[in-house]
């Protein structure tokens, strides 16, 4: 028995992957508040992961806990977050927005060019150096995850109530149907 899968180009399996990813932020546990909550946090520390070379990921499971979010929420914003291409879009942009905001040259150590070979030799003053532009970056890729974290709770907040008052409409209509239906066969 051969079965064939039907096979998606790679903008289908965006697609899929965005919508099966919603599915599941609207069917995880806790209140409308909890899981957008948990998804603005999820979406708006995505923008914060290469600028901070993913050390936010140690921060990630603490802020979710103490803000009271959903954390299967804030892993699927997360996760969209990365699907969106966001953060690699967002980085120039960020950049001159970190600028605008903290205008004066970082100046951290020796500026020097980066190599391997110093690095694997012990010398890590070249990570230095690769973090002396970054806070520029930091800082306008900060504000980006707030804006957008913002936006996404209201987005999140607004689909999940909806998508909640459908699903409790269908289950009403369901049960006025069998209701009709059991009505109909003792008559």
Known sequence: MNIRQKKYNFFQRIGRAFRLNFLKLF???GGAKKVSLGFAIGFGLEMLVISS???IYILFIPIVRLAK???PAAIIGNVIGKLTFLPVI???FAKKLGKAVFPLKVQIGQ???????KLLHGDFSVIISILHGGVHVLIGMTIFGIVLGIISYFIVYYLYEKQKTKRL??????????KNSLNKNLV
Do not use: M, W
């Open 27 to 29: 069917r995880s546990p």
């Open 53 to 55: 070379a993913s050390l």
């Open 69 to 71: 979010g959903s954390f």
């Open 90 to 92: 967002l980085l120039p």
């Open 111 to 117: 500026s020097t060019p980066f190599s391997f070979e």
């Open 169 to 178: 409409t269908r289950i009403r209509d369901k049960q006025a149907l069998r």
